[in-house]
């Protein structure tokens, strides 16, 4: 079992910035790769980027191509979002996830933990 613990959300006008994290304890000595979705409110889960194992490759929605960065700290157990030039559409509920395999999936059933999630608010 892995448990992931978000962190970083909160309210922020367009054009600006937020850092999340997350944090994951259990069985972490497993290659997992991580990503993160968000759902808005009435809309499904959607993919927003994702790392593997080493951090040797990366994936990102059309959405936030350019905007965003994804890291991780293997030796810390932490991925990072680091999401700048933000729009009211980057509104939603941002969760961490992570998926025992080692390519990166964009799907949500693809990935087998995931937080609880942190509220992120883009105000226009």
């Known amino acids: ?4 613990v978000e962190s970083g959300g909160g ?10 994290s997350c944090a994951a304890s259990g069985r972490t000595f497993n290659p997992y790769t991580m990503g993160w979705f968000r759902q808005a409110p009435g809309k499904e ?23 965003f ?12 979002l680091q999401m700048n030039t933000l729009k009211p559409e980057d509104t939603g509920v941002y969760y961490c996830a992570a998926d025992r395999g080692t390519v990166i999936h964009t ?7 995931w937080g609880q999630g942190t509220q992120v608010t883009v105000s226009s």
């Open 1 to 4: 079992q892995v448990q992931l």
């Open 11 to 20: 309210l922020v006008q367009a054009g600006g910035s937020l850092s999340l």
């Open 45 to 67: 889960r959607e993919f927003v980027a994702a790392i593997t194992w080493r951090g040797l490759s990366r994936d990102y929605s059309d959405s936030v191509k350019g905007r």
């Open 69 to 80: 960065t994804i890291s991780r700290n293997v030796a810390a157990n932490t991925v990072y």
């Open 107 to 113: 799907t949500t059933e693809d990935y087998d933990y």
